[in-house]
Nanobody, 122 residues
Framework: VQLQASGGGLVQAGGSLRLSCAAS????????MGWFRQAPGKEREFIAF????????YYTMSVKGRFTISRDNAENTLYLQMNSLRPEDTAVYYC????????????????WGQGTQVTVSS
């Protein structure tokens, strides 16, 4: 299993970024996926979840209305569109494969990408 996250960078507050996560080595279309993030000195936290067919999505409250999770099963790629970025969104962002269980719980995910850094300046 490989998850390659990309698209991070430095952006001003109010700006946008689109993260991608290229998946390989497993049946991507058969697994729900999630995005998490980890800021310096903080726990890794749940951001967003998408079901196998994209009919179900969940977001943590702090990003709802600003971030959109999506996936392209034909391209084996997961996305996170981030708009209206804030300095508090600064973190390393990780994509992960959900093995079942509570969608917002880290232990429900068994494979993780390497992370991509997002830095939002004020």
């Amino acid at each position: 299993v490989q998850l390659q996250a990309s698209g991070g960078g430095l952006v001003q507050a109010g700006g946008s970024l689109r993260l991608s996560c290229a998946a390989s080595g497993f049946a991507f279309r058969s697994h729900s996926m999630g995005w998490f993030r980890q800021a310096p000195g903080k726990e890794r936290e749940f951001i967003a979840f998408v079901s196998t067919d994209s009919t179900i999505t969940y977001y943590t409250m702090s990003v709802k209305g600003r971030f959109t999770i999506s996936r392209d099963n034909a391209e084996n790629t997961l996305y996170l569109q981030m708009n209206s970025l804030r300095p508090e969104d600064t973190a390393v962002y990780y994509c992960a494969v959900c093995r079942g269980g509570t969608y917002s719980d880290r232990v429900s995910y068994n494979y993780w990408g390497q992370g991509t850094q997002v830095t939002v300046s004020s």
